[in-house]
């Protein structure tokens, strides 16, 4: 196990009916003028704005709001965010929805006290001062809720990059899986595939001896496909919604990958995806994770067949161990499938000839990306040429 | 799954030489004077006190320091620290030391800034105050590193009472895996029982549908299952302490407790033990845990099936399920005796014919404790007896 930092400061308010307790959080956490920030339509005509605004009220907040996030949130609404807080005066962001609502939240609390461009942070420069962010979350996915991470995409060149720093975990997130009950089954597969791809970037590691944080993936992981299948067949289940919103969380504030090197080489190839056809993050990784797994696993065929046997119910090959390690990827495959998401690139609506396009916007270049197995830009135009044609 | 809150703030700095970072730790989080908490000598011969104090004096930082906490740590020792940390205007607490050590002085750490005795939040007044809190830990047991608990035996009738509430928690841990390789064998296999006590309290619960959690402690429980006999076997063995010392911490830290009912009638039982003998809190574990399982089982042989057979890796006997939920006790208690712990009252040098006493202690009256199973004074007694006799 390596050394490492561990710090999860978030206040987390989870259950039904939470959103009434916004206004006194914000307080709680010093707010005395909120940004309330949301996405499209789904939001207010649930009447959940007017939940938070009515709980903001009590509390005495004055707020102003801006709509409008976009799945792969863009910078320029960010930038419109920078303008509107700084008028307004405001202290805290409070983000109403999923991980794209929440990521441009916690850009726009960023830039706001930054004297420069916002998007430096997301090219590499350390931020030292963000406001204050709470969330009420509306999907289970990103994880951004418990995250130090913001993915960002600039929309000049639908360039899509990350800024991440413990000063940008929320100060508290509200949970209530209730308001995930509305999701069509697409988000919600699309969410669970996200949840479950940030689980593997971390247990798919070269470092040794790290069996806590194994054993901490496999059991979101078993949570993931017992529970992804039940709501799917009923979206009402509240008990399988809370069990996969909690699991969201776990999956991605990080105490499933400390102490351990992690890959994130497949989530970066789908940032390409969803930044080049503005496909949604979850069903990019569908198509990519698997074909990444196909493309490496032989780098340590033995640590594929541990997620084989511990998470997928594989029987131990013992005379084939390649098998065990191939069976477990093509049931993660299948599981994927039957969640209705697709499977390689022309389900998810992409195409094989654009793959130069989507190496050049990686900017792999002749370098190396380090991870589980070094990929270069020959391993990755493979990778993408697997997920091009993947099948059952 | 129940609404719940969860809120661990505590910056968790993990691994080999960390304890040089103290000072600058403590004026992260507001220390200016400090009192330097310690158990007996083997903090003060390992170096451990000397590196500290060397970290804080680099910092600037001026000290103060009280040793001598026990095991089961007395309010006598509090009183003092309470008042050589008024007289020293000490503005933060770090515990060097385990669980004994840092419980000590989240009391302390209570009674300071409170006109009244500190006891009043061992006897079920809520704190609404208390100073920061730091620890270096070394022994991986109680979780205190992680948790919001404190338990503190008052020294005029050994009775043994907790506080509970989340200002208690740390605001930093250091924890290095290396501080615990030279822990004798028996302190390391009682760490290691109380781990798993913390886990199987929040495992048995009546709430359904917490798969979630469900598994995380189920990844617990594996990890010990492996990990432990590995230091005993080599107590060097620096990669298996570390997995341990996180594990404790998770164990602890409520994340694998969150939205469930919880039953600590075990632990509690056990105290009564450990308060009348002065027993470690471990050995008493080792013996009193597998007792109230045996008894309880049957309130729900089906959850003990899913130990029996998720940890303890029996195959399920589909025509005699309790045969199944006995055999996972079965092997819980030839675990632990392998590790070198006590599984009975003679084993732990504890009296059949004082049962009474602890069933006075423990203060049952006429009334019920609420728990998997509701438990009246005769079932305590009856548990009891369990535990006296226990064999393999």
């Given at each position: ?72 949130p863009?910078d320029?609404?960010i ?24 990521d441009?939240?916690?850009g ?14 997301y ?27 913001s993915i960002v995409t ?7 990059r ?231």
């Open positions: 196990m390596e050394n490492f930092n561990f710090y999860s400061p978030t206040e987390f308010v989870f259950g039904k009916g939470r959103a009434a307790e916004t206004g006194s959080l914000v307080k709680k956490y010093g707010g005395t003028r909120v940004l309330i920030h949301y996405g499209g339509g789904s939001a207010v005509r649930s009447g959940l704005i007017d939940t938070v605004k009515k709980s903001l009220d009590e509390a005495g907040v004055p707020h102003c709001e801006l709509g409008g996030v976009q799945p792969n863009r320029t609404l930038y419109k965010g920078i303008g509107l807080g700084r008028n307004e005066n405001v202290d805290l962001i409070l983000a109403v929805g999923g991980g794209s609502v929440i441009s939240a916690k726009i609390a960023l830039g706001i006290p930054y004297n420069g461009d916002f998007w430096d942070f090219s590499g420069k350390l931020p030292e001062k963000a406001l204050p962010v709470g969330t009420v979350l509306t999907i289970a996915a990103a994880g951004s809720e418990g995250s130090g991470n600039k929309e000049d060149g639908m360039l899509k990350g800024a991440r720093n413990d000063i940008l975990r929320p100060k508290f997130s509200i949970m209530d899986p209730a308001l995930t009950q509305t999701l069509p089954a697409y988000q919600t597969a699309c969410g669970a595939t996200d949840i479950m791809a940030h689980i593997f970037e971390r247990y798919f590691t070269n470092t040794p001896e790290v069996e806590i944080t194994d054993r901490l993936c496999e059991a979101v992981l078993l949570t993931m496909l017992k529970e992804t299948p039940r709501v799917l067949a009923d979206p009402d289940n509240y008990e399988a919604r809370a069990n996969i919103m909690w699991a969201g969380m776990i999956a991605h504030n990080n105490i499933c990958g400390v102490g351990r090197q992690q890959d994130w080489n497949s989530h970066n190839l789908e940032h390409e995806l969803s930044g080049l056809y503005d496909v949604t993050h979850g069903a990019g990784l569908a198509v990519m994770m698997p074909a990444w797994m196909e493309y490496v696993y032989k780098h340590n065929v033995l640590r594929f067949c541990q997620m084989s046997t511990r998470v997928f119910g594989c029987q131990m090959n013992f005379e084939n161990p390649e098998a065990t390690a191939m069976e477990g990827i093509h049931r993660f495959r299948r599981f994927l499938k039957s969640i209705g998401m697709p499977i390689n690139f022309t389900e998810l609506g992409a195409k094989e000839e654009d793959i130069p396009v989507l190496v050049e916007k990686l900017g792999i270049g002749d370098g190396k990306r380090a991870g589980f197995m070094e990929l270069d830009r020959n391993d990755v135009i493979e990778i993408y040429r697997i997920a091009a044609h993947a099948s059952l």
